[in-house]
């Protein structure tokens, strides 16, 4: 009965073995207690194996065994059975060739031990490499302006892209983006690198940028004294003085109203309604880049509206006569000179003491040396500052 027993234990164990996966490998072992059947392959030396490579990439299987086994590795690339390797050994080292087709692929190794076989099955995707093409919405540029690159090749939403320029990672890209903007310099080499996870192209033709220097213009007012200074009524003038010779073509901004002139100075007549405003002029060149001149503070200076009353009405000849002048109040320019003339404006009066300081406030009286019988006298004001005159 005991004999029966352990002949019923064997058969089943040997039953289980037969028929199921040994630590997660299929098995076909048949038992044999003389010899040494367990065959134990560490499989994970395979982890390394790339499970997904690039058309053109080789793959490599290998593994140390813990005695001389016989072996083989049967793979379906390019056709079910079209890899067949084989050997009896204690290593395995096998290399495929290019893997130039894309698809998936399987492997399956087979290790034959004393009655008992192990095998594993790798899996191999061969995936189409990218071929990356990157284009600029402009090439040539002036400086400060923002360019859009767009890599080509990809496929959005999976593959990435490692945009740099000249040679370094790119400022502020980002790698799931097909696009990247920029603000380049002259020279500037802009690439990307697209990758699908093992396949990766850079763009053999990177984009090399051509950015032109903006013209920087100088305006000046051409006026008689001051800068920036106008009798109300005068004439004005605006000039762009940088001497750039590339510029070709120049606007004109006074009080935000563009005017285009075909040179370098724009004039116009000046009235107090354009007083505190501001002018510039915005230019082109050969390059078609721009650049905009600091701003000017248009001041226009309004001369004083005199009320003249001579002191007494009439005079003898030989005496002066003095004049009372007043209207100063309230003006925010000057200072100002006065000068007495006849109404014909060819003969001028010489004051008898001295000219006075104006503006003043209130009244001033001036001693005017007049010839008798004079019809009238007229006021000339003079802004000392400007030159601007009137009666």
């Not at 721009?290 to 009353?309: A, C, K, N």
Request: proline share 7%; hydrophobic share 35%; glycine share 8%.
């Amino acid at each position: 009965m005991k004999n029966l027993a352990l002949l019923f234990v064997v058969a089943v164990f040997a039953f289980f073995v037969s028929n199921n996966s040994v630590f997660g490998q299929s098995a076909n072992c048949q038992l044999d207690l003389s010899s040494s059947w367990a065959v134990t392959p560490d499989w994970t030396s395979f982890d390394s194996v790339d499970s997904i490579v690039c058309a053109g990439s080789t793959v490599t299987f290998s593994i140390d065994l813990d005695a001389v086994y016989a072996w083989d590795i049967v793979g379906d690339y390019p056709i079910p059975g079209g890899f067949v390797r084989g050997g009896n050994s204690n290593t395995i080292s096998e290399t495929t060739g290019m893997l130039n087709i894309p698809g998936d692929y399987q492997f399956l190794i087979t290790i034959y031990g004393s009655g008992c076989n192990r095998d594993t099955t790798l899996y191999v995707s061969v995936l189409n490499p990218p071929v990356a093409d990157v284009v600029a919405d402009d090439q040539t540029v002036c400086a400060g302006t923002t360019v859009n690159f767009t890599a080509n090749g990809g496929t959005p939403g999976s593959s990435t892209y490692d945009w740099t320029v000249n040679g370094n990672p790119a400022p502020g890209y980002d790698p799931a983006l097909e696009t990247y903007s920029y603000v380049p310099v002259d020279g500037d080499i802009v690439n990307c690198s697209i990758s699908n996870g093992a396949c990766s192209d850079d763009d053999d033709t990177p984009i090399v940028m051509t950015v032109y220097d903006n013209p920087v213009p100088v305006a000046s007012f051409d006026d008689l004294n001051l800068q920036g200074h106008f009798c109300d009524g005068q004439t004005a003038t605006l000039n762009e003085i940088s001497g750039d010779s590339n510029i070709t073509s120049w606007e004109f901004f006074v009080g935000g109203t563009p005017v285009v002139e075909p040179d370098s100075s724009y004039s116009w007549s000046v009235d107090l309604s354009q007083d505190g405003q501001n002018a510039y002029v915005v230019v082109t060149d050969v390059n078609g880049c721009q650049g905009t001149s600091s701003t000017l503070t248009i001041d226009v200076d309004q001369l004083p509206d005199l009320t003249v009353t001579p002191i007494p009405s009439s005079t003898c000849n030989g005496e002066y006569m003095s004049i009372e002048l007043s209207g100063f109040d309230g003006e925010t320019t000057g200072p100002w000179d006065v000068e007495f003339w006849n109404p014909a404006h060819d003969t001028q009066y010489p004051v008898v003491n001295s000219s006075p300081v104006l503006p003043v406030s209130g009244v001033v009286n001036v001693d005017v040396d007049i010839p008798y019988g004079t019809p009238g006298v007229h006021v000339k004001v003079i802004e000392t500052t400007t030159g601007c005159t009137n009666f």
